[in-house]
């Protein structure tokens, strides 16, 4: 029974707090500040990480794809099909592992220990909601760096790309960028970075909800910012898979 | 000028775990009370409840005429605007350095000017001995400071309603005094209602007006000082003079056999220490609150023990401008006023 009974619970509970968090975007005084503070602050954890992972990851899809494509004998479309991979796929992965891994956990473990110090419930006891002061500004600010996120590892991912089949595999340079255009739309973009939003929505809710609930002591919060990860890897890769099937449903693709 | 909070049935649990059935008391407006009980009683949950910060599953908890238990979320923020809270370990913002923490709510719920808020934030702080470390940040500096700082900004919003979680715990027996000490004349000051959690048996014999004992799952009794301090009932005898005969044992309770056992070995009860004097103001100023000793008892046709209420009517000496003198582990060498030599 209970087994059933408590991730339903939880699950409800998680639902309340989003849609509070809803509630209270409209509300004013807007927390700036605290916006541009958790803005730079997941920026800060997040940047680095993300282009030394997106590096290697644009590579090792222009690696798979150019052996692939020479086999097929469609060399001329290694460019564009390392584009489509990267901006449809890799991207909003390495994005999502990042956000999840390093913002989500930053935001949980912050709030987390602030719940075990009572400063949450000090707030609320001084009259101020905690939604509105500290989990919409985290909210907004994680969807913004998703998105930012998203923009850099595309990047960062095409060139590498276009570093490793130009420079070390012998592609031409030409034939390369000539061919971005072939297969990928801006449609393409548009859904990538629209995938990037929600993860940052889900993952800075997720981690807000487990932080504010946090318990017992320090190892609480090391707790509470394990399963917020793992929960968040979870819904992400299912947001992910559901946005691209929408996808293919809605937008025409190119022959 | 402080204001009562009347408590009907109230009970909590989490899940299946009951935490305290059916507390019923009234806390009197302006007065002192204390409520103890072994720890994990409950105390602090029974605090959070009186703010609305947790819901109880059955009761009513009224101040001014409205429930605290039904109000909906916004009038409870304004309900919320009565009480000062003190957190058991400050709960000061860790972002914030100290003058921030304590000019929060004034910056929050006021539109005051800076300067106005300036002013009453440093008066609080000098009134809880901190003038000097307003710019540091809670992480440089003791638990008795975090709770005092704690204790600054629960005031600046002259809270009619003061709520204290165990104000001792991590104190020296002497800091404890001083903050005890700081409680009395606080309240002499202000006459707000205090309630103050704790497990330390001298505070809660000394200090308060009232008394509440939380055990096993209920309030055992609540009542003026007087009443329990010679009280000849097993639980409340035992915790309020630390003694290892009575029905608390080690876990939760001692089991029936042990307890037959106890009384069969016909393991006498020792009698009853005498009544100290309560704590008064240090201006010797008499409080609102306050009630002359041995009122209650004669009242009540009570005995008191042999030796109750002798001695001076106390306070700690605290020497003008000496709060800010008083040593700190971490900042007090550093805080030279030039009036201590
Ligand atoms: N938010 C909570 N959720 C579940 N259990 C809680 C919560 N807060 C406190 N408890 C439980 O309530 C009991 C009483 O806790 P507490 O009020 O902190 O005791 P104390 O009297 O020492 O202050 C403990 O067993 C604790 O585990
Ligand atoms: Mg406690």
């Known amino acids: ?255 | 000028m402080g204001v009562a909070i009347d408590v009907q049935g109230l009970t909590k649990s989490f899940g299946s775990q009951l935490i305290w059935n059916d507390v019923t008391l009234t806390l009197p407006a302006g007065e002192i009370s204390v409520m103890l009980g072994p720890s994990g009683t409950g105390k602090s949950v029974f605090l959070k409840t009186l703010v609305g910060l947790l819901k109880p599953d059955k009761g009513s908890i009224v101040i001014n005429g409205a429930d605290l238990v039904t109000l909906k979320e916004h009038d409870l923020y304004e309900v919320r605007k009565l009480f000062g809270v003190l957190f058991q370990d400050g709960a000061l913002f860790g972002s914030m350095n100290l003058f921030d923490n304590v000019a929060f709510p004034l910056r929050e719920h006021t539109k005051k000017t800076e300067s106005e808020i300036r002013k009453i934030s440093l008066e609080k702080m000098e009134l809880v001995g901190l003038q000097g470390a307003e710019d540091k940040l809670p992480g440089e500096i003791s638990g008795g400071m975090r709770k005092r700082a704690g204790l600054a900004r629960a005031l600046v919003l002259d809270p009619e309603i003061l709520l204290i979680d165990e104000p001792d715990s991590g104190l020296d027996p002497v800091r404890t005094s001083y903050i005890n000490q700081l409680f009395i004349d606080l309240n002499a000051q202000i006459d707000a209602t205090f309630l103050i959690v704790t497990h330390d048996i001298n505070t809660a014999r000394t200090v308060p007006d009232n008394i509440g004992l939380l055990y096993h799952k209920h309030l055992a009794m609540f009542g003026p000082r007087e009443m329990l301090l010679s009280s000849e009932e097993p639980v409340v005898r035992q915790f309020l003079n630390a003694q290892t005969v009575g029905p608390i044992g080690m876990s939760e309770e001692k089991d029936a056999d042990e307890l037959a056992a106890e009384a069969a070995s016909g393991q006498q009860l020792p009698p009853l220490p005498p009544i100290a004097p309560q704590l008064g103001t240090s201006n010797g100023e008499p409080r609102r609150g306050e009630r002359p000793a041995g009122e209650w008892c004669r009242a009540n046709g009570v005995i008191p023990p042999p030796g109750s209420f002798q001695g001076p009517h106390t306070s700690v000496q605290v020497p003008e401008r000496t709060l800010d003198q008083r040593p700190e582990l971490d900042v007090g060498a550093s805080l030279d006023h030039g009036a201590a030599s």
Request: hydrophobic share 55%; net charge positive; aromatic share 8%.
């Open chain 1, 1 to 255: 029974m209970n087994v059933l009974v408590s991730p339903l619970k939880q699950a409800g509970a998680f639902f309340a707090l989003f849609l509070d968090v809803m509630r209270a975007l409209p509300k004013r005084p807007f927390q700036t500040k605290e916006f541009i503070q958790q803005c730079w602050f997941i920026a800060s954890v997040t940047i680095v990480p993300t282009a030394l992972v997106s590096i290697p990851f644009g590579a090792v899809i222009a690696l798979q794809l150019g052996t692939l494509t020479r086999q097929l004998g469609a060399q001329s479309f290694t460019g564009a099909a390392s584009v489509l991979a990267v901006v449809r796929e890799a991207s909003p992965i390495v994005t999502a592992l990042l956000v999840a891994g390093a913002g989500g956990s930053a935001i949980c473990a912050d709030l987390g220990s602030r719940k075990i110090r009572e400063e949450i419930d000090a707030m609320e006891v001084l009259g101020i909601s905690p939604i509105q002061r500290l989990v919409v500004p985290r909210v907004l600010a994680c969807m913004l760096v998703a998105v930012l996120l998203n923009g850099l590892v595309s990047v960062v991912g095409v060139a590498g790309g276009y570093f490793f089949n130009v420079v070390i595999q012998g592609g031409t340079p030409g034939a390369y960028l000539a061919s971005f255009t072939a297969l990928a739309q801006l449609a393409d973009l548009w859904t990538s970075e629209i995938k990037a939003l929600l993860f940052g929505l889900v993952a800075a809710v997720v981690a807000s909800y487990k932080g504010l609930t946090a318990g017992g002591g320090p190892k609480g919060v090391g707790d509470a910012v394990n399963q917020s990860v793992v929960i968040t890897f979870m819904l992400l890769f299912v947001i992910n898979f559901v946005v691209s099937a929408i996808y293919f449903q809605v937008v025409p693709q190119k022959v």
